[in-house]
């Protein structure tokens, strides 16, 4: 069946974190080598996000610091610097083509204003905190279907996490698409499991012509 619609999960596919990791290392006082070699031990062992901050700063609190960042003036949130050079033109590409373009990640409600005012050429922007179910459950990849109004087989998802994103794409009967960048994406590439994924790319400049000859 071909595929008529594409959602793209957000952090390390469509948006760089690179910045915003530095930038919680300098608010917890941790030299950034050491905190991006924690950040890669739990990558390795399959440890939720929090693990890495509470290497640091026992019994850490993410809304507790988050808030607390917003009122020093140092918001975890990013903005157009952030987005990968390939972002855009793929998204483009892909609405030019004729495609239902949209974003769903695991990210918190403020972060769909962040992407809003972006404006980019997509459909439907969706963050978890704001659904109210998150990756990798099955119900998250089922709102997905909804919000298309097309079959799990006509439906692309992007990502560069097998936990989150190849794996449980996959399982609801969707195109899994392995992008193979960031932390996770380098790390979990490595995995036997990464060759589950349908297609496989390092660049999103590859993606409309693989979505294209799949």
């Not at 910045?19 to 300098?26: E, F, G, I, N, Q």
């Not at 990013?78 to 769903?104: E, H, I, M, S």
């Not at 936990?163 to 969707?174: F, S, V, W, Y």
Request: glycine share 8%; net charge negative; hydrophobic share 50%.
């Amino acid at each position: 069946m071909p595929i008529r619609a594409v959602f793209f999960d957000i952090g390390a596919t469509l948006i760089s974190e690179d910045r915003l990791w530095a930038r919680w290392a300098d608010w917890l006082g941790v030299p950034h080598l050491t905190f991006f070699a924690a950040m890669g031990s739990a990558i390795e062992r399959d440890e939720r996000l929090e693990r890495v901050f509470e290497y640091f700063k026992p019994g850490f609190n993410l809304e507790e610091e988050e808030a607390a960042r917003a009122a020093a003036g140092v918001p975890n949130v990013f903005d157009a610097k952030d987005l990968y050079p390939d972002a855009v033109p793929c998204l483009q590409a892909l609405k030019d083509a004729g495609l239902f373009v949209g974003l769903a990640g695991n990210q918190p409600a403020s972060a769909e204003g962040s992407l809003r005012v972006l404006d980019l050429p997509v459909e439907v922007i969706g963050v978890s905190a704001a659904w109210g179910v998150a990756k990798p459950s099955p119900e998250f990849f089922a709102k997905l279907t909804q919000i298309a109004a097309l079959p799990p087989a006509e439906i692309a998802y992007v990502g560069d996490r097998l936990d989150n994103d190849i794996l449980p794409a996959k399982a609801a009967g969707m195109v899994s698409v392995f992008l193979r960048r960031g932390p996770w994406g380098v790390i979990h590439a490595r995995r036997p499991e990464a060759a589950l994924a349908d297609i496989r790319i390092d660049s999103l400049t590859k993606l409309p012509d693989a979505l294209q000859t799949y």
